[in-house]
């Protein structure tokens, strides 16, 4: 699965393939290897798994960082950081400079954008938005939840409701 353009920034290995068990169906995914330095990601490096390249963007300094999956319709775009063994699937979109670190998960059309960051087993699901310079560890935002601003939550469940500062 090579990535012929020598313009692009990652290249997805097909001999780096696992098989993820991260949603209810089985899903192949890939490594990748930075085909170019930008950000703090070395030309070499070896990165995580995707389904494909529509998991992340070849644009801006966005990276998934080694033991972390991005499958199904999930999307790490612009200068974003998926790491720290953490998940995401479905629809599920992480933007800006954002980061979702230390074994989180993103799942259900959920969005974490601007400078917001997910981290400590924390679980964004069913439609949430995380957004503004908030940061989040070990929580549940589900259910339409809204978390912006300036705010900082350690081990809350925020269901159906927002929190912005």
């Not at 692009?8 to 696992?18: A, F, Q, R």
Request: hydrophobic residues 35%.
């Amino acid at each position: 699965m090579k990535n012929e353009t020598s313009d692009k920034k990652y290249e997805i290995l097909s001999d780096g393939s696992i098989v993820s068990h991260c949603s209810f169906i089985p899903v192949k995914v890939f490594r990748i290897r930075a085909l170019k330095s930008f950000g703090n990601v070395k030309k070499g490096d070896l990165g995580g798994f995707v389904e494909g390249y529509h998991n992340l963007s070849q644009d801006g300094n966005c990276w998934i960082y080694d033991g972390s999956i991005c499958c199904n319709n999930a999307k790490v775009s612009d200068n974003a950081k998926l790491k720290g063994f953490s998940t995401m699937i479905d629809d599920s979109v992480l933007t800006d400079n954002a980061v979702v670190d230390k074994h989180s998960i993103l799942t259900h059309s959920s969005i974490v954008r601007n400078n917001a960051n997910v981290k400590n087993h924390s679980l964004i699901t069913f439609n949430a938005i995380v957004e503004g310079d908030c940061i989040i560890k070990k929580c549940q935002i589900s259910s339409n939840g809204v978390i912006g601003g300036l705010v900082e939550l350690n081990n809350v469940n925020v269901c159906d409701m927002k929190i912005v500062n």
